[in-house]
DNA sequence: TAATTTTTTTAGATTTGTCTAAAAATAATT
DNA sequence: AATTATTTTTAGACAAATCTAAAAAAATTA
């Protein structure tokens, strides 16, 4: 069987939305794909009779086994699209998420199986995300430095890159520690610092070398 | 301006029925697009509002400059994307025109050039056809061998391999000279002989080393 | 040239994905 | 618990691209 661009959109957004086997409103959806919760309402009965999601009025949406595959697959093919431009191309990892956005929804699993092989069957993409292999398996996050978190992206302080007094007396006064939970909001060229957003607390910069002795998983 | 991919395929379609200035039916573009007169009568009136055709009813069509501007932009991305699956990614050149036919729609200009350069600038596609480059020219098509010549495809015999007495004893034997039109129907791999169709004739095989001796130029 | 055939267009309907406005169900608040 | 607010669904409409059936124009044939 075979999908339009609009419904692998509706299944790529209820998969990134839905953690692990929670469930999915109307609204959030809504807002993802900009799009009318009216609309979002259509396509979840149209996407239920084709079994890629569990679905009950007023009750919020599941992706089955079916539709969870899909998504893996979706997911695959950005991941590898992207890392395909970055490393082959020659993009910068911030300017790839449109093109793929695109890329994603070519149909040809051959062409997919080929690239994966061309590229090294590379396991993460280049903003630090796992990518499926082919049965849909990924490892888990692994940990990136935080000058190389994209924007607006929660991320959690998973590791630090010394155990200096220095170090550990800067982070207490800035109040991180592991486990804070922060997003990269701006990034200086000048001083190479980057303003950081913790939840409740107006953002701050922090230097390229404060930044770099940080490590962060992506949540 | 940005076109959906309905009407970028019929501008390229109109775009390959045009020979030169010639002008287009609309039951051949419906042939050519596997879809029905009226559809082709609906659509052209849309194309003709956006100024990519000139069209009067009953008259037939004939893209305009700007339409000419915009075909040759798909042609490019088709060519591109087929010199990449088979020279990068190994594909069969045979097997890649379905896949071409879903990347020629991916928008990003950006994508076509960075691909075009890591390529080094092809001239022509795995099928001897000229790409255009990102002005729109293109050289004249090449010569090719015989050999290669993908099935169904009408070609010219533009020049022979040998001048031996007994290649044109030969050739005059099974009546084929320069300027013969011809196509490839099969090809054998057991003795790596091809058949082939002369207008008004029957098919007939003819043995590896005579198609590698004869060129041809596609029409 | 008149009659016939072919090509092309019009008219009206269908499908997909969307929308607005209003109704119904659920959640939050007093 | 009753009221209010939010979320979600229904009902009906719309644009894009398509279709069938019938009408109109052009081309062909007699």
Excluded: C
């Amino acid at each position: 069987m075979s999908f339009s661009v609009t419904e692998e959109n509706y299944i790529k957004a209820i998969f990134h939305l839905q953690e692990d086997d929670g469930t999915v409103s109307t609204n959030d959806l809504a807002a993802a794909l900009q799009t009318r919760p009216a609309s979002v309402t259509d396509m979840l009965k149209k996407l239920k009779t084709k079994k890629l999601l569990s679905y009950e009025r007023y009750k919020g949406v599941r992706l089955s086994a079916e539709g969870k595959k899909l998504a893996l697959g979706i997911v695959r093919k950005h991941r590898l699209w992207e890392y395909f431009l970055v490393d082959t191309l020659q993009f910068g990892w911030d300017e790839v998420h449109e093109v793929a956005e695109e890329l994603e929804h070519i149909s040809s699993k051959k062409l997919v199986e080929k690239l994966d092989a061309f590229l090294g069957h590379p396991r993460f993409d280049p903003h630090g995300d796992p990518i499926p292999d082919s049965h849909g398996k990924m490892l888990a996050q692994p940990q990136v430095n935080l000058i190389d978190l994209p924007f607006n992206k929660m991320a959690e302080v998973s590791g630090v890159g010394s155990q200096s007094t220095e170090l550990l007396e800067l982070l207490k006064h800035k109040n991180i520690g592991i486990g804070t939970r922060l997003e990269v909001k701006r990034k200086f060229g000048f001083d190479h610092s980057i303003e950081i957003k913790i939840r409740n607390q107006n953002p701050f910069t922090i230097s390229q070398q404060l930044a770099q002795a940080l490590f962060v998983k992506t949540l």
